[in-house]
């Protein structure tokens, strides 16, 4: 594995590990059986890397709690319910008094609640080192503070990639740079990847615990332990500032204004940590993976905002390609060659 910078520090650290398989809009409907089925995967997947790696990864099955404080909120309320149904969620409209009772630092000015059992959370950082842990186990060499400049193509085939100091040659090539893959110019034809700041911020907070993730459309929440006082993962912006990795006061106030909205108690929690990342976005909102129609090539990139919960289906997926070359899930609409057609053809010579 060939890293630019030290491994699992770019979009994979800076997550909040939220494990969501519900649509957070119409782009997202597609994405939502590979949601299921990767959500399904977590708790295997969690058990291997951590027997493999000797480490923990945090991973919490307590659901989540969607928030709406609208004066329309029984009508949306319903509405969500009805559509999670409809794709196969078990989402359910919670009564108020039921909701406090379960998250006693909620707001008062809640109008309305739904709890989604299934969703999880888990400490993306603790992950990603436990997975680059877990491969070093198995015989994978990690190199961090190597560039890949070009992928070395001959033909129709990949062969490697070049970085700036030698060749590497393998019989398969996997492109997962996140929103940097489209600086490659072989891969940019099939990963038009752009990059979308998210800023976070981390508190400390001794007010009454907070048990699953909570979420309104303005923000969310996601208990990070169960300790006293307890760390919280607060976030986040959407920023379309090209590669611009850069803190804002505005974006950092929006955050916690959302999170007081949904827990007031955090008015008095202490900020520990702010930070921010590059999320991989497309296009069309959804992930590139699959094979090109360059031999040996395997794109899995754009996940936007959803890297962390796709990692054990998009493993599963790439190892299928590779070993068995065919899979077993559908995965067209997600295929590297929705773009390849719109691009001008490479150069293969």
Same mark, same amino acid.
């Given at each position: ?10 979009? %994979? ?23 299921? !089925?990767? $959500?399904?995967?977590?708790?295997? /997947? ?6 493999? %790696? ?14 709406? /404080? ?11 319910? !009805? ?11 919670? #009564?108020? @008094?039921?909701? /406090?009772?379960?998250?006693?630092? $909620?707001? #008062?000015?809640?109008?309305? !609640? ?28 990690? *190199? ?9 193509? *001959? =033909? ?6 070049? &970085? ?18 489209? *600086?490659?110019?072989? !891969?940019?034809?099939?990963? #038009? ?11 400390? %907070? ?58 007031? =108690? ?30 040996? $090539? &395997?794109?899995?990139?754009?996940? /936007?905002?959803?890297?962390? $919960? ?13 070993? @068995?070359?065919? &899979? ?7 295929? #590297? ?13």
């Amino acid at each position: 594995m060939l890293d630019r910078q030290e491994a699992g520090r770019e979009a %994979s650290w800076a997550a909040a590990g939220m494990l969501q398989a519900s649509p957070e809009n119409d782009d997202g409907l597609p994405l939502v059986p590979l949601a299921r !089925a990767s $959500l399904a995967l977590y708790p295997e /997947f969690a058990a291997a890397i951590e027997a493999d %790696s000797g480490r923990t990864v945090g991973l919490r099955r307590n659901g989540a709690m969607e928030i709406l /404080f609208s004066s329309d909120a029984v009508r949306e309320l319903s509405a969500l319910v !009805a559509l999670h149904r409809s794709l196969g969620l078990p989402t359910e409209a919670l #009564p108020l @008094d039921e909701a /406090f009772k379960m998250e006693p630092a $909620l707001s #008062p000015h809640a109008q309305a !609640a739904a709890l989604l059992p299934n969703e999880c959370a888990i400490d993306n950082r603790a992950l990603t080192d436990a997975v680059l842990a877990a491969a070093v186990a198995r015989g994978a060499e990690v *190199r961090a503070g190597v560039e890949v400049e070009s992928l070395l193509v *001959r =033909g129709a085939r990949v062969e490697g990639a070049i &970085t700036g100091g030698q060749r590497f040659t393998a019989a398969h090539v996997v492109l997962a740079a996140g929103a940097f893959s489209s *600086r490659l110019d072989v !891969a940019r034809r099939y990963a #038009p990847t752009l990059p979308v700041r998210g800023q976070m911020i981390a508190l400390l %907070s001794s007010a009454p615990p907070i048990e699953r993730v909570l979420r309104s459309t303005r923000g969310y929440i996601v208990p990070r332990d169960d300790a006293r006082p307890q760390r919280l993962v607060a976030g986040s912006t959407l920023e379309n500032v090209g590669y611009e990795k850069r803190l804002t006061p505005e974006g950092v106030a929006r955050i916690l204004e959302a999170a007081k909205e949904i827990v007031p =108690g955090l008015a008095a929690a202490d900020v520990v940590e702010t930070w921010c990342g590059l999320r991989p976005d497309t296009p069309d909102h959804l992930p590139i993976l699959g094979p090109t129609d360059l031999d040996g $090539l &395997t794109i899995a990139t754009g996940h /936007f905002r959803n890297g962390i $919960l796709l990692a054990p289906i998009t493993a599963k997926l790439v190892a299928e390609w590779i070993t @068995d070359r065919h &899979t077993s899930f559908d995965w067209e609409v997600f295929s #590297p060659l929705r773009f390849a057609s719109l691009a001008e053809p490479h150069d293969r010579s």
